[in-house]
């Protein structure tokens, strides 16, 4: 059975830094392109970013959040800087194999989620 557990989201104030954490079981963990997506209350499930072999950012996310992962330990980290109130959402971690196609973007082609932890950044 495949788990994603995420952890690490606080309430912040603006240009804090958070780091949030994804544990994952029950799958081939260097085998999935592993993914950080968010939602805010009222809107739709947005790409945050992922990793394969190397990373993959949101534009509005860019030079201000880090996606790493260790196969090792089966986690990936999302290293969160200069937080700015519309980061706000609930973030979510996600799997997808490898050889599925290049579409890193769409939650669609996710096939494991995490339930989320909540990142609030106060203005």
């Not at 606080?10 to 993914?35: E, H, N, P, W, Y």
């Not at 109130?85 to 769409?106: F, I, K, M, Q, V």
């Amino acid at each position: 059975q495949v788990q994603l557990v995420e952890s690490g989201g606080a309430l912040v104030q603006i240009g804090d830094s958070l780091r949030l954490s994804c544990a994952a079981s029950g799958l081939i963990f260097s085998k999935q392109t592993m993914g950080w997506f968010r939602q805010a209350p009222g809107k739709e499930r947005e790409f945050v970013a992922a990793i394969t072999s190397r990373p993959f950012y949101a534009d509005s996310v860019k030079g201000r959040f880090t996606i790493s992962r260790d196969n090792a330990k089966k986690t990936v980290l999302l290293q969160m800087n200069s937080l700015k109130p519309e980061d706000s959402a609930l973030y979510y971690c996600a799997a997808r194999p490898d050889y599925y196609n290049n579409d890193y973007y769409t939650p669609s082609e996710y096939n494991h989620w995490g339930q989320g932890t909540q990142v609030s950044v106060a203005s």
